[in-house]
């Protein structure tokens, strides 16, 4: 990802997600996320969620606070530290590119719940 | 306050170097919050210019105000505090003048209204102390009340150093395993954590304990179990049969060893948040885990809060990875100390992307957790002594960081079970480390 597309998909979040934060972490600028909602049918129906933003990657990583069960099983996920904090991560193969926004990479994130 | 190795071997001989005015260097910092109370951790030093200083009487170093404006965009860019370091030469107790209170009073309330999330500090160093002021973020109060902790050549020096009388000081620098006044305090002041609480971790807690280790901090979320017994002495069948927790056990282990040592189990998984928030406030960390990915999530939280990680483990090799029936080709060890600043797991290519990637069954890393599972249905080995080997070199490694006993911890110690033999192995930073530039010394994220 360029810096510029980095910038972009900041601010981006922050207007997106009412009280978003970010921080520069190393290379990383991290956005935190207070409540992203996962869809109907998941318990908890939200979350907090995390999007790291890495220039040598070519989309950002992201993670949430609680893997939500669907259907009453939760699917197979991991723990990761990313800023010194710890937070859980899961794969799914979403196809996204720069010149999409960010809303769309977290909305569509989370769609792996569906 | 930590400095990282790499930083004082040049902070040291700056601020002492003769000139013309009173040598000045900016240490750029960020920090983290424990209960115990903030860590502000300097991550980078800048030695300013002889152009940006002025002659001024009364001053030993005055700058322009220009470079203190440069500085604070740096700051600021970076999301970074200042600290201002200088010298004091002769005293040992040093203390600061009434021009160094002055200019904190003026200059650290001024970086706070650029820099307000982050600490801001004058330290002033001494031969054996330190002393200073410190404004904390969202505080008003400067405050006084500061150590100092850097990382020599294999061990840790925290300033001021605790009082004690001169007798016993030369008896220490003399003698400094000999279980008198200095190394006494040294050991009941430390806290160390111990994560991973099954054959080595037990056997490493232990034998803190048998030393007076102030506070051990035991993380392991399982309970005991079978397997448990042939790796280890700590735990016996009652444990088994009660189904206690690990570190719930241990605790009563330690007890009947040193009932003076405090042993907080903290029954969770790294890097669960317990974990982490009880590791920020250690010392030094040992490491008993029996997976990269661990020792990656280790590696990442000592080096974000300046702690010196020991890593232990122990692996059994056979010839056919594939076949259960296969003889046994090596059993093998490691043993390797990383000190803030020196060379850490990512630097000596122990910890690898390709290696953790490979662990976790090629397959994404959120899936370790079943992989790991199906590799562990193996039955247990008798291994207890070969880690009981392990966790003494960590302990001994232990008492280097706190006691400064032998000359470098510069080796990774590899150990052959099968031979009986510790072959000491050269380590290196790798300066092009990315955990090194981008997590040492991080601390907390600034949000904002």
Redesign the interface.
Known sequence: MTQESIERLTAELKESYRGA????????M?V?LPEVHFPPGCQPESTEALVALDPTKPKPDFYIRVVPATRGTQP??????V????WC???FNLRWTEDHTALQFVEGMLRRFA | MRVPSHLWEQLWPEVRRPGEHEPVVFGLVSH?VTPRGTIILVRELVMPPPTAFVRAAGHGAKWTGAYNIALLNETLE??LGIVIFHYHPGRADVQFSGDDEASARQLLPAFQVVAPGRPHGSIVLGESSATGLILLPNSSTLTGEISLRFFGDGNVVTFPRSKAKPEDLLLHRRQPLVAAAVSKSRLKDATIAVVGLSGGGTQVATQLAALGVGEIIGIDAQRVTGDNLVATDAFGWADILLSRRKATALRSKIWWINRRVRFTPVNA?V???PA?EALKRADAVIGCVNNLKSRA?LQ??AW??CIPYIDIGLGLYPLDPDDELSEIAAISGNVFAAVPGGPCLWCTGFLTQEKLEKEAGN????????TLSQNNRRPAAYVSSFNGVLAALAVSDALQLLLGYAPSLSVRKQYDALSGTIAEIAVQKNPAC?KC???LA???????
Do not use: C, F
Not at chain 2, 363 to 370: K, P, V
């Open positions: 934060v970010s921080a520069k972490d190393g290379m990383l991290l935190r197979q996920h991991g723990t990761a530290v800023g010194g904090d710890n991560t899961y794969s | 983290g970076r999301g998984l890097p669960e948040r982490i999530d990442e939280i974000r809060y397959a994404n890393r959120s899936y370790l957790r079943t990315p530039s981008d997590v991080a601390g907390e994220p600034l949000w904002q």
